[in-house]
């Protein structure tokens, strides 16, 4: 009878413990099957743009305001973010905070993937472009696009007497304060798109979309004061 006992408490005891075990290998799965959502929702998470805004020159400021930084692994810092430190006209760092109060951490390009800060979109890419794990720098991304991106130039010249010449007797208008030139991102490479010569500088860098291309015949909507809807448009018929 006592070995009877015996066996009937071990074999309780064992099947409690592998219970046991069991319960907690499964919330182990659940755990990491949620962390990997959870990762895979952070680094999926786009900030894609439609760009609508003036082509007048735009500021990173010196303001606490609400932001959020995607770090380069993929999480997101979510609080109060200013501009830190300038060079000349780029921006080369960032400060973070949580809220008021909090003690700030100072966030470079090279740890970050993108910021977004005060209605713009900062993003951190190469300084050369064929040299993709080199250092990083930011770009003002004032169109932000899939397949196509628009950037503020650092060295463009801004119009302040309302018109701009290439050749000094055929003036072409601007809006006082407008940027005369832009970066453009595609396929990794970039280029210049100045506005006395728009139309010709887009074609070539769109050509591989004929939809876009047969749209650039409208020349009322084909100018360089539309040139982040020009962007948004090529993004949306890409691979129509």
Not at 66 to 75: E, K
Not at 78 to 87: C, T
Not at 161 to 167: E, P
Request: aromatic share 14%; glycine share 6%.
């Amino acid at each position: 009878m006592s070995n009877f006992l015996y066996l009937y408490y071990t074999k309780k005891r064992t099947f409690r413990k592998n219970l046991y075990l069991n319960i907690r290998k499964f919330i182990t799965i659940i755990a990491f099957l949620c962390l990997c959502l959870t990762s895979k929702a952070q680094t999926s998470r786009t900030f894609y743009n439609t760009g609508n805004s003036s082509t007048t020159k735009k500021y990173v400021g010196a303001s606490w305001l609400q932001g959020t930084i995607v770090l380069a692994d993929g999480s997101e810092l979510n609080g109060e973010v200013r501009g830190f430190s300038y060079k000349g006209n780029d921006i080369n760092s960032f400060s973070y905070r949580l809220k008021k109060g909090e003690k700030a951490r100072t966030i470079k390009a090279d740890a970050c993937k993108l910021i977004s800060y005060d209605g713009l979109i900062v993003l951190s890419l190469p300084k050369n472009f064929k040299k993709k794990e080199g250092k990083h720098q930011f770009y003002v991304a004032l169109y932000y696009g899939e397949h196509l991106t628009i950037f503020q130039n650092p060295k463009a010249e801004v119009s302040k007497s309302g018109y701009a010449s290439a050749s000094g007797n055929n003036a072409v208008v601007f809006n006082e304060g407008q940027m005369l030139s832009f970066l453009a991102l595609k396929n990794d490479e970039i280029s210049k798109l100045s506005a006395l010569n728009f139309r010709k500088q887009m074609k070539k860098i769109t050509s591989d979309n004929k939809k876009f291309i047969e749209r650039t015949s409208d020349k009322g909507w084909f100018e360089y004061d539309n040139i982040y809807k020009i962007a948004h448009y090529y993004n949306q018929t890409k691979n129509q």
